[in-house]
């Protein structure tokens, strides 16, 4: 493995320089063109809710307007466009599981969507409340499953079904707080209720309800999404892939995944091995159909059939400029609008495939689950007939792959710990004790998961890699999804090789179990998995999730739904440290909210810490004061 701390920077360098030699245009150039942003908008202090504005208030107090026209403060502003921001991630996210849902209800025996984790669909059912869980026939009790869990999405009463996976103490914060989640749309609406002029001021309620939507993503959708894809696709095991640009393969026809709904994905993996397309592509000089992902798609692909990770967010363009990218198929979200047009500098088709994220300039074929199967060969055809288009002298592919293990679901990490089970210490199979009882004993200090995006505000990957390097050099076992997982991936963080940079007690911990000091989660929405493993440590040990010695980190993070997880993980009492400053340093009262008010309502804050360095230190301290607190 890589001991080089950013090999992602040399393979971004070579293919920056390719991108001034073609001519073409990156994030980084436009990130030059816009000079220095608006300090306003990174203060959070304007508005334009409504259209007597715009409005900007002074980001300090006593100088310039301190209240837009209708009398909004810093505090209302920044705190409104703050839960916007929460409202605006929930709803990706959720909208997002429920697309899933709807391709279960399609689900039938012959396929293509079907029930490929049949117990995990029974044990939800039984846990909802379905009478006759486990005997009903499979698909009408997939198609009951789905319908219900549709309803989450719109019901009229009532609070999400998965709440009650959490510790009862969070439990009974949740009720105090008057935060348990409605239907998850409701908790959205509401939102962008309250925010409409003329109504919520009190930075205090704007952050409540702000939290109870979150919640609705975090317990609701997003689990939803992680579920029900387990449901449908299979929950992931451990697998081998690879990772970085250096899976782009010259000789073969390339189709870069990328977005989040593993729907479209798992389709083209299908038809990529589809024995006339494979004919198709050789008769045209091709060695092969080589399928590579990239961000959550990516991610979801890579868990479940070990397809190799081209990269994260930020190399999206850095993929096409390759050279070798036959098609680049995008679902929804995380996708530069900038890309039709640089595909179309090169032979590169760019298509795009859902109404909720048609791109301008794309190439559209939209998919639809109820033809998903000759969707995707159509699409997978247009990708092979477009090799025959590619022009070798533009073809250049950094030479940089990480081999990675993905795949670790909260089943899978249970299923390695069952290994190692200890009956003399009376442990039961198919539980955490194992991992609850080393962090207690103290062989590792804690846990942290690690997650989020990219963002060129700061050097791509390096709050990422520093974090987890830091971590689990100090005994912290790292868990990681989203472009944080394909950060750690491309440096060799993601083998069990990576044991060598752990401290003596992580190491030991991965030798006995068989595991990486860094477990590959999955996609953004399966930060849900997270919560479910942190709440069966918690339940095991009977505390509340906010007495354990577990951080949350987001160094790089740049999108909504980022503010909604960061908002679910603090509200569900992880203290989570964030190394981009949210805008909303414009208010003092709704920063000091953040990163300490909110403590005495769900026992977590959130953390503003920019140097990665500075941010492992801080984490390390709230560790160790868990870890005194709790008495171990
Ligand atoms: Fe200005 Fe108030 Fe309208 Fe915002 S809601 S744009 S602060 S008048
Ligand atoms: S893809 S939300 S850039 S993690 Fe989930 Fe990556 Fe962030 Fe998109």
Redesign the pocket.
């Known amino acids: 493995m890589s001991n080089e701390l950013l090999k992602s920077d040399v393979t971004a360098e070579a293919l920056i320089a390719k991108a001034q030699r073609d001519g073409v245009e990156t994030m980084w150039d436009r990130k030059a063109a816009q000079k220095t942003q608006c300090g306003f908008g990174e203060a959070g202090v304007c508005?334009?809710?409504?259209?007597?504005?715009?409005?900007r208030?002074s980001p300090v107090p006593g100088k310039g307007a301190e209240?837009?026209?209708?009398?909004?403060n810093a505090g209302t502003?920044v705190a409104r466009n703050f839960v916007r921001m929460i409202a605006g991630g929930a709803s990706a996210h959720s909208d997002h599981a429920r697309d899933i849902v709807h391709a279960m209800h399609l689900a039938s025996a012959e396929g293509p969507f079907k029930i490929r984790d049949e117990a995990k669909m029974r044990r939800i059912a039984a846990e909802w409340g379905i009478e006759a869980a486990d005997t009903k026939e499979t698909y009408a009790l997939a198609h009951e499953l789905a319908e219900m869990a549709l309803e989450e999405f719109g019901k009229p009463f009532g609070t999400q079904r998965f709440l009650t996976r959490a510790p009862q103490q969070r439990q009974d914060i949740w009720k105090r707080e008057r935060m348990e989640p409605r239907a998850i749309d409701q908790e959205i609406t509401t939102i962008m209720h309250s925010t409409h002029?003329g109504c919520a001021s009190d930075i205090d309620s704007l952050l409540n309800r702000g939290m109870r939507a979150s919640l609705g993503d975090g317990w609701g959708g997003s689990m939803i999404g992680t579920e029900f894809s387990d449901i449908l696709y299979g929950t992931p095991k451990a697998c081998a892939s690879e990772s970085n640009l250096g899976v782009i393969d010259a000789e073969m026809v390339n189709i870069v995944l990328h977005g989040h709904d593993p729907n479209l994905a798992e389709v083209v993996v299908v038809a990529s091995k589809n024995p006339e397309l494979l004919e198709l592509a050789k008769s045209l000089g091709a060695k092969g159909i080589n399928v590579v992902g990239m961000c959550c798609t990516g991610n979801e692909v890579t868990m479940r059939h070990g397809i190799k990770i081209a990269g994260n967010f930020y190399q999206q363009e850095l993929a096409i400029i390759t050279g070798a990218i036959e098609a680049v198929i995008v679902d929804v979200q995380c996708i530069f609008p900038a890309l039709p047009a640089l595909a179309k500098k090169y032979h590169t088709h760019f298509v795009s495939t859902s109404q909720k994220a048609k791109i301008a300039g794309d190439m559209y074929i939209e998919f639809s689950e109820s033809d998903a199967l000759n969707c995707a060969y159509g699409i997978v055809k247009t990708a092979v007939e477009n090799f025959a288009n590619r022009d070798a002298s533009k073809v250049e592919i950094p030479n940089f792959k990480e081999p990675t293990i993905a795949g670790y679901s909260v089943e899978t990490i249970i299923d390695h710990l069952d290994k190692v089970v200890n009956s003399q210490l009376e442990d039961k199979l198919g539980t955490v004790k194992p991992l609850s009882d080393v962090i207690y004993a103290g062989v590792i200090r804690g846990a942290a998961g690690v997650v989020g995006c990219n963002n060129p505000k700061t050097e791509h990957d390096l709050g990422h890699v520093t974090v987890i390097k830091e971590l689990i050099k100090r005994d912290v076992i790292v868990v990681v999804t989203g472009c944080a997982a394909q950060a750690a991936a491309k440096v060799g963080l993601l083998t069990l090789e990576a044991k060598e940079l752990c401290g003596r007690g992580l190491k030991e911990v991965c030798e006995r179990v068989n595991i990486p000091p860094v477990l590959h989660m999955g996609s953004c929405v399966d930060c849900s998995r997270i919560l479910d493993l942190v709440s069966r440590v918690a339940v095991e040990k009977g505390v509340d999730i906010c007495d354990l010695p577990v951080v949350g980190s987001a160094p790089e993070w740049m999108s909504e739904k980022a503010v909604s997880i960061a908002s679910y993980v603090v509200a569900s009492g992880i203290n989570t440290y964030l190394g981009i400053i949210p805008q909303v340093l414009g208010s003092v009262e709704f920063t000091e909210l953040l990163n300490e008010g909110v403590r005495a309502n769900v026992g977590a804050v959130y953390v503003f810490e920019k140097d990665p360095l500075v941010a492992v230190e801080k984490m390390m301290v709230d560790i160790e004061e868990k870890r005194t607190a709790l008495g171990i």
């Open positions: 508005c334009r809710i409504c259209a007597m504005g715009p409005c208030v209240r837009g026209i209708c009398g909004a502003i002029i």
